[in-house]
Nanobody, 119 residues
Framework: QVQLVESGGGSVQPGGSLRLSCTTSGSFFSIATMGWYRQAPGKQRELVAAVTGGGRSNYADSVEGRFTISRDNAKNMVYLQMNSLKPEDTAVYYC?????????????WGQGTQVTVSS
């Protein structure tokens, strides 16, 4: 059974940094597109960043230039380096695994890790 587990969340001041990690099991990892989503209170879950099995990445406009997604296929891990954090980045961050060609309802999700940015 595939498991995704996030870690690295916490509370920081505006301008601070955090590095989120997602560890996973399953033979799908090397070919899966891995993503970080977030959901703030009262808001819809949104894509923050994604990286393909080949290392191509994309970002939400709101985090472009501040966040960096990366993956280590040998370790079955994906990371999200978050710099210059803003209060509006406050949310629960979720790791997501998607296989191209497989319907989205079969995506895997982690349990989430809380990120709080406040003075």
């Amino acid at each position: 059974q595939v498991q995704l587990v996030e870690s690295g969340g916490g509370s920081v001041q505006p301008g601070g940094s955090l590095r989120l990690s997602c560890t996973t099991s399953g033979s799908f990892f090397s070919i899966a597109t891995m993503g970080w989503y977030r959901q703030a209170p009262g808001k819809q879950r949104e894509l923050v960043a994604a990286v393909t099995g080949g290392g191509r990445s994309n970002y939400a406009d709101s985090v472009e230039g501040r966040f960096t997604i990366s993956r280590d296929n040998a370790k079955n891990m994906v990371y999200l380096q978050m710099n210059s954090l803003k209060p509006e980045d406050t949310a629960v961050y979720y790791c997501n695994a998607h296989t191209i060609g497989i319907p989205r309802e079969y995506d895997y999700w982690g349990q989430g890790t809380q990120v709080t940015v406040s003075s």
